[in-house]
């Protein structure tokens, strides 16, 4: 009989309490997914510089200054030229240099020629004449920093 009555009493008082909800906000789960999204940016960011993948030849000049978004040529091992990330043909590359130099301001722009370690001399010499024929006269060849 006393444990039907100690048991009726603490029931009875629970029911008649209630606990105050709680207003705060948990942000640990939320810091935990950022950092987690931080941590797969920054790995995943210098993929994604890059959009022809070359094995460039290494010297100990200087990297040159930029001032913005420049015209880059690209040799890849298999003699394919590319502007910017597009493939395009050798004959098609003056008019379409003209073209976009015109809009970004003249012949004075500078062109960033990027060529395989590995690729035929000629056709990175091939893709220069061109340039020079057309009359650019700044062009710059792309290297890596030299390591040793």
Known sequence: MGMSAS???????????????MAEINVTPMVDVMLVLLIIFMVSAPLLTVGV??????????????????????VNLKGQVFLNDTEIAVDELVPK?????????????RIFVRGDRKVDYGTVMKVMGRLSQAGFRRVALVTEVEQG
């Open 97 to 109: 240099l003209k073209a976009i130099t015109e809009a970004r301001g003249g012949l004075d722009e």
């Open 53 to 74: 993948p070359l094995d460039l030849p290494q010297t100990q000049a200087k990297s040159l200054d930029q001032d913005k978004n420049p015209l880059t040529l690209s």
């Open 7 to 21: 048991g009726a009493s603490s029931g009875a008082g629970r029911r008649g309490r209630r606990k105050a909800v």
